[in-house]
């Protein structure tokens, strides 16, 4: 794992200061092996969910938690390398303050969307559904 950390940070063989050995946040008492196994689980659950998502497209509540989860557990798998403060500070960085604002809203709108107005998507999906089904003269 040593080996892993110096090939991931960069190092010639001097043991320096890498993004899994951050002192910043003493919160989590993970070592580094078991902080990338926490990445790894947390981000192909993330990928389930999203994949798991596609599958119940037509249902739109189902879709919209299943994505929305899928999303936060792949964006916050990154939160067992570089810590939550870390995390924090790259993500509401100047340069990413728009969009991370702009992914927030979104995933936001997106829930009140499929939640709030159930009926209308499913009519929607319904009126697609009998136009697709029928003939053409």
Known sequence: MRKLNQFISGDDGER??????DESDDLCSLSPAQR??????CL????????????????PIKFAVLFT??????????VFLI??????????????????????????ISLICALWNRKSVQ?????????SSRENP
């Not at 192909?44 to 249902?59: E, N, P, Q, R």
């Not at 993500?91 to 969009?99: G, L």
Request: glycine fraction near 10%; proline fraction near 0%; aromatic fraction near 16%.
């Open 16 to 21: 320096g200061e890498s993004f899994l050995d």
């Open 36 to 41: 990338m196994y926490a990445f790894a689980a």
């Open 44 to 59: 192909v659950a993330g990928l389930a969910c999203t994949f798991l998502s596609l599958i119940v497209f037509v249902k």
């Open 69 to 78: 989860f899928g999303n936060v557990l792949a964006v916050g798998s990154t």
């Open 83 to 108: 810590g939550v403060g870390k995390q924090l500070s790259v993500m509401f960085d100047s340069v990413r303050i728009y969009a991370t604002a702009i992914y927030i809203g979104f995933v936001v």
């Open 123 to 131: 009519n929607i999906l319904e009126g697609i559904e009998n136009f």
